[in-house]
């Protein structure tokens, strides 16, 4: 089955430090990756994607996040925290076929001022 | 419109009454998919529609659940006979292409808050 996992519920870490929200995956063929970001009472909006090429995909509000596929992992990166950057992270991946995306259970990122 | 556009924001209902979500896509996308949210919990996949038709209907979790989508466009996800369980947040998304386009990112409303007391 194609999934993603999420295997911190929370990550706390302090402004000006950098982040590390992680997620690995499990599809088959090619997989095709994207982080999303929600704030509280708001929509999910979209981060990044990786679909091929560089391994380092530039995402909005200043996040990236690495591909590696023998590690089959797409962690979003950050190199200095904002509090403004606490919010629900999502990664998701879109399997083959007709099918829509698949998101992980998501983890929720806490800057400390 | 600018964004994808969700109605109501928030709805109470009792238990048993049915409900009425409505999803604005972004004009011009042809893909458009419902999720739910619940509390610490996922993004769980319900149904989504290429155009006006439904090719994947197997995310409805029982048969008081039902979606159509009139003109290509705006979207009304049906709950009839609400249970408590229901109570989750219902997110709608379009993309521009289709579904098996899958570099394509899908663009969320902000969701429609549904509390069944």
């Known amino acids: 089955a194609q999934s993603v996992a999420q295997p911190e519920d929370q990550v706390n870490v302090a402004e000006g430090n950098p982040l590390t929200v992680k997620c690995t995956y499990s599809?088959?063929?090619?997989?095709?990756l994207f982080w999303y970001v929600q704030y509280p009472n708001r929509g999910l909006q979209f981060l990044l994607k990786y679909i091929t090429g560089d391994n380092l995909v530039k995402g909005s509000y200043g996040f990236e996040a690495e591909f590696n596929k023998s590690q089959t992992s797409f962690h979003l990166k950050k190199p200095s925290a904002l509090v403004s950057d606490s919010a629900l992270y999502f990664c998701a991946v879109r399997p083959s076929g007709n099918t829509p995306l698949v998101f992980g259970k998501g983890t929720r990122l806490s800057v400390i001022a | 419109g600018a964004g994808v556009s969700q109605s109501p924001s928030n709805k109470v209902t009792e238990k048993g009454k049915d409900v009425e979500l409505r999803c604005d896509p972004i004009?011009?996308?042809?893909?458009l998919y419902w999720y739910r949210q619940s509390l610490g919990q996922g993004l769980e996949f319900l149904i989504y529609?290429?155009?006006?038709?439904?090719?994947?209907k197997s995310g409805l979790p029982s048969d008081r659940f039902s979606a159509e989508r009139t003109g290509g466009s705006v979207s009304t996800l049906t709950i009839q006979r609400t249970q408590q369980e229901d109570s989750a947040v219902y997110l709608c998304?379009?993309?521009?292409?289709?579904?098996?386009?899958?570099?394509?990112?899908?663009?969320f409303g902000q969701g429609t808050r549904l509390t069944v007391v």
């Open positions: 998304a379009s993309s521009l292409y289709a579904v098996s386009a899958r570099n394509t990112e899908a663009f």
């Open positions: 599809v088959s063929g090619n997989p095709y």
């Open positions: 004009s011009g996308h042809t893909a």
């Open positions: 529609f290429q155009g006006n038709s439904a090719p994947d």
